[in-house]
């Protein structure tokens, strides 16, 4: 059976000013008076797509084949991307007494944290350790799976598409700019990230094509409840089921409800979120050649300097 798309038009409710405090805390259920839970593409009063879902975009063999290597990006946490989950970032102290240069994730004792939200595909030179493009270390370490996790892209690629045709040429154009070695082929891709229930705070995408529109899609196993997606500008929320897909403005203030749930996290039960998207500055990385060389001379800079 065919599921109708309902179409809504919507009003900015809540301001800018008041909505930036709350960047880093999770939302709230009072932060949304519409849920969307079904096939349905809502704009703003002006025309402008603001979030478009999809009901069950995928088989379940199609997500069978990707389940697990999605689920093995646990192996890579990140304490860089606990900010993401709302965690404070500070500057520590280490053991020689001297404050870190970098500003660490910490909780509420003050330790460091590091939560299961990892970035895939490929990413520009951001100084520091990496002043190089690169490949994520899941994608050059795993090419098998990631093979599967490209074919997964490619579908995503092909239902925004069909969505939003206008968006998905404009990002197809940036993409073709870029060197095909920093692009997933066959999509306007270059790099996703991959949250293993990981709930989101409130913030807004940055460093992504703002030209073109954020992707996403989850998986989800077991009883839990939340972990719903609020626009509170908008005053809504979507609840995202198992192999539904959205598209969404990423300058939009977004974030997650916080689950509820019996039994281990991540075991008997967890949600999986991937958002796929073309990074701006990779569209000026050079040849994996060339910047092979430039990692080769930032790594022997290294080592002259100890």
Same mark, same amino acid.
């Given at each position: 059976m065919i599921m109708k798309t309902m179409k809504i038009v919507?009003?900015?409710?809540?301001?800018?000013?008041?909505?930036?405090?709350?960047?880093?805390t999770h939302p709230r259920p009072n932060h949304y008076g /519409?849920?969307?839970?079904?096939? *349905?593409?809502?704009?703003?009063?002006?025309?402008?797509?603001?979030?478009?879902?999809?009901?069950? *975009?995928?088989?379940? #063999? #199609?997500?069978?084949e990707v389940r697990k290597p999605y689920r093995e990006f646990m192996r890579?946490?990140?304490?860089?991307?606990?900010?993401?989950?709302?965690?404070?970032?500070?500057?520590?102290?280490?053991?020689d007494g001297t404050l870190s240069k970098s500003e660490r994730s910490l909780d509420e004792n003050g330790r460091m944290v590091s939560v299961y939200s990892s970035i895939g595909g490929f990413y520009e030179s951001v100084g520091g350790r990496f002043p190089y493009c690169r490949a994520t270390t899941y994608t050059r370490d795993h090419p098998e799976e990631w093979a599967k996790i490209a074919k997964h892209l490619r579908k995503c690629s092909r239902i925004y598409k069909s969505l939003l045709p206008n968006f998905h040429e404009i990002q197809t154009e940036f993409a073709n700019k870029a060197h095909?070695?920093?692009?997933?082929?066959?999509t306007p891709f270059s790099t996703i990230s991959v949250n293993n229930t990981v709930c989101a705070a409130y913030h807004q995408?940055?460093?992504d094509l703002k030209e073109g529109f954020g992707c996403m899609f989850a998986?989800?196993?077991?009883?839990?409840?939340?972990? #719903? /997606?609020?626009?509170?500008?908008?005053?809504?929320?979507? %609840?995202?089921?198992h192999g539904d897909f959205i598209l969404f403005n990423p300058a939009v203030w977004h974030g997650n409800i916080p689950p509820k749930a019996e039994g281990k996290k991540n075991k008997d039960w967890y949600?999986?979120?991937?958002?796929?998207?073309?990074? %701006?500055?990779? /569209?000026?990385?050079?040849?994996?050649?060339?910047?092979?060389?430039?990692?080769?001379?930032? %790594?022997?800079?290294?080592l002259e300097s100890l």
């Open positions: 919507v009003r900015s409710k809540v301001s800018a000013e008041k909505i930036e405090p709350w960047k880093s /519409l849920i969307i839970d079904g096939n *349905c593409d809502v704009y703003s009063s002006n025309g402008i797509p603001i979030i478009l879902m999809r009901r069950g *975009c995928f088989t379940d #063999e #199609e997500l069978e890579y946490p990140s304490d860089a991307r606990a900010a993401y989950a709302g965690y404070k970032q500070s500057r520590v102290i280490k053991k095909p070695a920093w692009v997933v082929p066959g995408d940055s460093g998986m989800r196993h077991g009883d839990y409840s939340g972990f #719903e /997606l609020v626009l509170p500008e908008f005053s809504l929320a979507v %609840n995202m089921r949600r999986v979120s991937v958002v796929m998207y073309l990074r %701006n500055r990779i /569209l000026g990385c050079l040849s994996p050649e060339e910047e092979l060389k430039r990692a080769k001379k930032y %790594n022997t800079r290294k």
